[in-house]
């Protein structure tokens, strides 16, 4: 049986959230730089996304450039914010026909002014569809979203809109980024490390966490459907017992 056969619809994550790692290392290990290993990574967020939009998940939330990214040689960083500009003028199509609706999170102000816009439009453009939200992590890292989180509720408190004791872990999801979404159930790492890299900390508290040694541009549908496979052949006991949960 194909992983695919293997799901069981009822038990499937109403959000997946993937850190798109190993573009770098699947360039070099073919003799070309490591933009060349970014383009080829377009086609496996394409997959990604439809893969998970026909199966009916409900939000899919990728890594595409972490604050730390900032970092890597400049033309590194020009070359994939040109990629970025490039791909979502390219896939409006894909969205479209897939009834898939954009959004991102990170610290966009910090984006090329181009960048910004064009992503704002395509979002624009994408508003009414409503079959799966795809969300872009852009210039996005949790530290900067839990640090600007903290920044929005002293400023309600300032305003004596809240109390302390009105800081539950409800409201402090509501000025995070990904405010209104559920937490992922299950998250997947390709290139076989075996990090966070700073993604999604406050949110994956409790979600199942799935390695695997792909390299990001050779991730194909195939290896989401065996991505919840396993997930779906885990207990999740949020602190209790296995007795408790088969009772
Ligand atoms: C992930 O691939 C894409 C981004 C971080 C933008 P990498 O570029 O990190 O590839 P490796 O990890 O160096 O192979
Ligand atoms: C994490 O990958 C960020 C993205 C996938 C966008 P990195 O390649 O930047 O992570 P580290 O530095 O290996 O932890
Ligand atoms: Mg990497």
Redesign the pocket.
Known sequence: MSFKEQIIPEKLPAHIAI???GNGRWAMKQGKDRVFGHQHGIGAVRNAAEAAAELGVKYLTV????T??WNRPRMEVDALMSLFVETIEQEQETLKKNNIRLNAIGDLASLPKENYKKLMDAIGRTKDHNRMVLTL?MSYSSRWEILDAVKKILEDYNRKKITADDLTEAYFGLKLTTAGMPDPELLIRTSG?S?L?N?LLWQAAYTELYFTSKLWPEFEKEDLYEAIVNYQNRERRFGLTSQQLNR
């Open positions: 850190i798109m790692d890594y595409a450039f972490s730390e990214n992590a490390e990090r890299s993604f």
